[in-house]
């Protein structure tokens, strides 16, 4: 089993940044992914940011250029770097652990993040 913890989430204005940081603890070796999830009311889960073990990254289209998904291995934790927000990137925001096969697998979740932006 993998714990995922999560902070960093809160109200911003637009343009503004934020950083969400996901320290994650237990069978680290299990995994060889970790990412950043969304879900804003009324809308399905979405994937924002990936990376892989290898240093791989993956970005959801709406937020290329805007944000990053930095991590720190001696703390085990990820980061999702947030600048240039805006009102539609209001969700909340899961980290999730898994594996990078060929796709996204995600086995392991955190209990989730509010970010808000307002107009």
């Known amino acids: 089993q993998v714990q995922l913890v999560e902070s960093g989430g809160g109200l911003v204005q637009t343009g503004g940044s934020l950083r969400l940081s996901c320290a994650a603890s237990?069978?680290?070796?299990?995994?060889?992914?970790m990412g950043w999830y969304r879900q804003a009311p009324g809308k399905q889960r979405e994937l924002v940011a990936g990376?892989?073990?290898?240093?791989?990254?993956n970005y959801a289209n709406s937020v290329k250029g805007r944000f990053t998904i930095p991590r720190d291995n001696a703390k085990n934790t990820v980061y999702l770097q947030m600048s240039q927000l805006k009102p539609e990137d209001t969700a909340v925001y899961y980290c999730?652990?898994?594996?990078?096969?060929?796709?996204?697998?995600?086995?392991?979740w955190g209990q989730g993040t509010q970010v808000t932006v307002s107009s």
């Open positions: 999730t652990a898994g594996e990078y096969r060929s796709a996204w697998h995600f086995y392991y």
């Open positions: 237990g069978s680290i070796r299990s995994i060889n992914a």
């Open positions: 990376l892989t073990s290898g240093g791989s990254t």
